[in-house]
């Protein structure tokens, strides 16, 4: 797993970056349930008070490393778009990437799905979320009988579980020790992705 870096110092106008960064660390080291705003204010080197100029409240932050999470997983699920040609390839390989975003950018996972956020009460969380789904569900309509978005949203809810299934065994070992765990890992979800696929007539 890489290491999230946090930074001591922040650049004028950059706070909330810097105390996003923080709490990656301190959920790095504790988990996303053991941190407090005051720590990462602290890691930051700011004030216990400062970082409420920015974040209502601990779950506030929380949603802004979530957000951030978002962003990094879209971009990761667009390389894994682009270095595939059919519908079935790009989508085994969403779920890898998946599989590996959950691996080296677990803090990022944590926040995502561990720190039980609602979000209703953070309708940019929400955006975010959809627009990382947004292209996934583009392809899953390619496979869909008649190209359908109820189908392709059955379809996406299918893989996004068996990935979600494969990332959770791979953080609690049953995949072995990384790095060869998270490799055997991904190889698997992509297998069994492309196995849900061919057999994809039994959903709708």
């Known amino acids: 797993m890489e290491k999230v870096r946090s930074r001591t110092s922040y650049h004028h106008g950059d706070l909330p970056a810097a105390l996003i960064d ?16 005051a720590e990462a204010a602290r890691r930051t080197g700011v004030s216990i008070s400062a970082p409420y100029r920015h974040f209502a409240d601990r779950e506030e932050l929380l949603a802004a490393c979530a957000i951030a ?22 989508l085994s390989a969403v779920a890898a990437a998946y599989v590996r975003f959950a691996a080296e950018r677990r803090p990022m ?6 720190a039980g956020l609602d979000k209703s009460r953070h309708p940019q969380l ?18 869909a009988p008649g190209g359908g978005g109820e189908a392709a949203g059955i379809l996406v809810v299918a893989l996004t579980s ?11 070992g049953s995949f072995g020790e990384p ?22 007539s039994l959903l709708f």
């Open 126 to 143: 929400a955006d975010a979320g959809a627009a990382v789904l947004m292209p996934v569900a583009e392809v899953a309509r390619k496979l």
């Open 22 to 37: 923080a709490t990656f660390a301190l959920i790095e080291e504790n988990g996303v349930h053991g941190f407090s705003v």
């Open 109 to 114: 996972f944590e926040s995502l799905y561990g």
């Open 162 to 172: 068996l990935a979600q299934g494969y990332a959770t065994m791979l953080l609690e």
């Open 179 to 200: 790095p060869a765990a998270v490799d055997l890992a991904c190889e698997r979800v992509a297998a069994a992705t492309a196995a849900l696929l061919r057999g994809r």
């Open 69 to 90: 999470a978002c962003e990094e997983l879209q971009r990761r699920f667009g390389e894994a778009l682009a270095q595939r040609q059919s519908p079935a390839d790009q």
